[in-house]
Structures are given as structure tokens and as C-alpha cells.
């Protein structure tokens, strides 16, 4: 069975930072643009960022310079790398992946709390 399991949320201090990791029980997933989403009660998941199979990456305006994302695709494993981070940054995290030729996969989600 597919899986994605993600990892790394918490608490962290304004100004402060945090790693997710997701790891995916996928074969080629190279071939997947992996991507982090992130929602908060009552909104729609928005977006944070992706990186697609040949190297490109896409981020959110509000977290361009502050957040980066990086795939390993040796270890299927996709991270985010999250700094500065600020209270609107707290959200429910979830890992994706995409492609053309397989049915969408979403993780469990990971909660980040920014808070003093």
C-alpha cells in the first residue's frame, strides 16, 4: 500500500525554524513532483511549495527566501526546510505526490505551532 509518513512539526518560538520530512513507500519516485501543503481550520490547504522531477522548484510568496524544499530520491524522501518562521506560519503540513501517470498521494499531515 502507498504511504506517505511525515514527520518533524512541533513547537517552535517566532524567528525560529524546523525540518519536515516525508518518506514515500512509492516505486520511481523520481518521477513524482512532491510538494508541501499546509491548512488551517476553516481555510482551504494552500500550496507552500514543490519540487518537480527534474529539478525545478515552486514556492508560496509568502515563504520565498525562508523556506526550501529538497528531494532525495535515492531515500524517497522529501524535506522542508523552514526558517524564520512566523505565527501565520502555524498549519497542518502535508506532504504530496504527483504525477501523470499515478492517483494523487496525501500524507497524514504534521502540525507546526509558532508561538511565544
Known amino acids: 500500500q502507498v504511504q506517505l509518513v511525515e514527520s518533524g512539526g512541533g513547537l517552535v518560538q517566532p524567528g525560529g525554524s524546523l525540518t519536515l520530512s516525508c518518506v514515500a513507500s512509492v516505486s520511481n519516485f523520481w518521477i513524482y513532483t512532491v510538494s508541501w501543503y499546509r491548512q488551517t481550520p476553516g481555510n482551504q490547504r494552500e500550496l507552500v511549495a514543490s519540487a518537480r522531477p527534474y529539478g525545478t522548484r515552486d514556492y508560496a510568496d509568502s515563504v520565498k527566501g525562508r523556506f526550501t524544499i529538497s528531494r532525495d530520491n535515492r531515500e524517497n524522501m522529501v524535506n522542508l526546510q523552514m526558517n524564520s518562521l512566523q505565527p501565520e506560519d502555524t498549519a497542518m503540513y502535508y506532504c504530496?505526490?504527483?504525477?501523470?501517470?499515478?492517483?494523487?498521494?496525501w500524507g497524514q499531515g504534521t502540525q507546526v505551532t509558532v508561538s511565544s
Open positions: 504530496n505526490l504527483k504525477s501523470s501517470s499515478s492517483p494523487e498521494i
